[in-house]
């Protein structure tokens, strides 16, 4: 913390997320400055973040672009200093100087510095559900041991956490709290014939109907996937069994996620879909602080509507129940393959439609085992990837 003001780390500032991260702390520059900023490639777009928000580090992945950026930085005048490597994402996630940061980096590649933050006992603002998804028992421990906080940065979950009671602890016995309701927008292609699927281009899936994502998301949004890995967040969040958590389909956005109780009240959070709201309240809980987002209109909404998921148009949705129920290592098949597929098409070697078809072969072809070590977790995350490219490979011949 320097003169007040709380020190953030920003993992995957370039992306979606991280944008809009950097946009709250613009508009608090009282309460909020920027320790690191990272990114995997974006140079360019990082050196313009590094002159407006002065950090004291910035990350990339290559000694290359670091060369080039702390050039460019230097010839600016800007005493930023520039890192690389997977060693120094974990390095400026667990300094002491710094006071939260923002797991954003997309994919398996943030769960090394978002575990950092968790020993080093950081506040959390969690964005990168695969690092939940992956390990969850491991992750959820170490927020623990570590005395870190773990906000979650999800929409949903984020919604879910502000309908939970005061003091609520992991597990909803107890709670009053009998059902989570995720909501899910279903995505651009909810009402598309299903035989129309195999010919859905990369840009197609990534134009989401109501939230502007990175193109990894967008994908897992068209797929449902999204959803799925975050039913498995939200069991690692909040410790409710699959039987309890909810996909209710809503395609206005408007309901972020409820809340259901025993005596029958049902709390949903409300907003427009701006991103900048939950990362706002992450950010300053408990406290409320302006975000910048367009104040919520209900007149110029009109209707909310509501329909269940069809399992058979979404089968991601019922991989990821399936390997929630199985636990172990099942999760980290499921996010290693999935990460591999996406990828897939949107390079366009693979059908939309054959997304979920790699997912269960890698799941039918994995020996399972119990996640007890993070070497254990990236193991898996290893073999489910060599496992799943070679079924993309003679999927696309
Ligand atoms: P983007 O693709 O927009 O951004 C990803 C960020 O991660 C970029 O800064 C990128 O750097 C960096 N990055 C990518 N690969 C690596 C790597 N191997 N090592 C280090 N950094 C890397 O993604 P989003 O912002 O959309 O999503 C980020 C996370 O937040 C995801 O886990 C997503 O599921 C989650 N999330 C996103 C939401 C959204 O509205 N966007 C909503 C809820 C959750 P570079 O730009 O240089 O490539
Ligand atoms: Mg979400």
Redesign the pocket.
């Known amino acids: 913390m320097i003169q007040g003001k709380k020190l953030i780390t920003v993992?995957?500032?370039?992306?979606?997320?991280?944008v809009?991260t950097l946009d709250v702390v613009a508009r608090h520059p009282d309460r909020y400055a920027v320790f690191a900023l990272?990114?995997?490639?974006?140079v360019d777009?990082?050196f313009t973040q590094c002159l407006a928000h002065h950090p004291a580090y910035a990350v990339?992945?290559s000694a290359d672009d670091a060369a080039r950026l702390q050039a460019m930085l230097e010839r600016a005048g800007c005493c930023t200093e520039v890192l690389s490597g997977?060693q120094a994402?974990v390095d400026v996630a667990s300094a002491p100087e710094v006071d939260m940061v923002m797991a954003?980096?997309?994919?398996a590649?943030?769960l090394p510095p978002a575990l950092a933050a968790a020993r080093s006992g950081k506040r959390i603002l969690l964005?990168?559900?695969?690092a939940l998804v992956m390990s969850g028992a491991l992750f959820m421990q170490e927020v623990v041991a570590g005395g870190a906080s773990l906000l979650p940065?999800?929409?949903e979950h984020n919604a879910i956490f502000q309908g939970l009671p005061a003091g609520f602890e992991r597990g909803l016995g107890g709670s009053g709290v009998t059902r989570i309701l995720l909501t899910a927008s279903g995505g651009p292609f909810l009402n598309k014939p299903i035989d129309e699927l195999a010919a859905v281009t990369p840009e197609m899936a990534c134009a989401h109907p109501n939230?502007?994502?990175?193109?990894?998301?967008s994908v897992?949004s068209a797929t449902m996937m999204?959803k799925g890995?975050e039913v498995i967040e939200a069991y690692w969040l909040f410790g409710a069994p699959a039987e309890q958590i909810e996909v209710v389909i809503h395609p206005q956005s408007v309901i972020h996620s409820l809340v259901a109780y025993a005596d029958g009240s049902v709390l949903a959070q409300l907003g427009n879909p701006d991103?900048r709201t939950p990362i706002a309240h992450a950010m300053a809980y408990p406290e409320r602080i302006d975000s910048g987002v367009k104040p919520l209109d209900l007149f110029e909404i009109g209707r909310l509507d509501f329909q269940r998921p069809d399992f058979e148009r979404f089968p991601c949705l019922g991989h990821a129940y399936r390997v929630l129920r199985e636990g172990g290592i099942a999760p980290a098949v499921l996010n290693a393959a999935n990460e591999v597929a996406v990828a897939s098409f949107l390079d366009g070697r693979l059908g939309f439609d054959r997304i979920s078809d790699i997912i269960s072969a890698t799941l039918d072809a994995i020996e399972r085992r119990e996640a007890d070590s993070l070497d254990v977790v990236l193991d898996a995350d290893r073999r489910a990837r060599e496992c799943a490219s070679g079924f993309v490979e003679r999927a696309s011949r």
């Not at 954003?104 to 994919?107: K, P, R």
């Not at 939230?211 to 998301?217: E, P, T």
Request: proline residues 0%; charged residues 20%.
């Open positions: 993992l995957g500032a370039t992306g979606s997320i991280g809009s990272t990114a995997h490639r974006q777009k990082l990339v992945a997977s994402l954003a980096i997309v994919g590649a943030g964005a990168n559900k695969e940065i999800d929409s939230w502007v994502m990175g193109r990894k998301i897992d999204n890995l991103m």
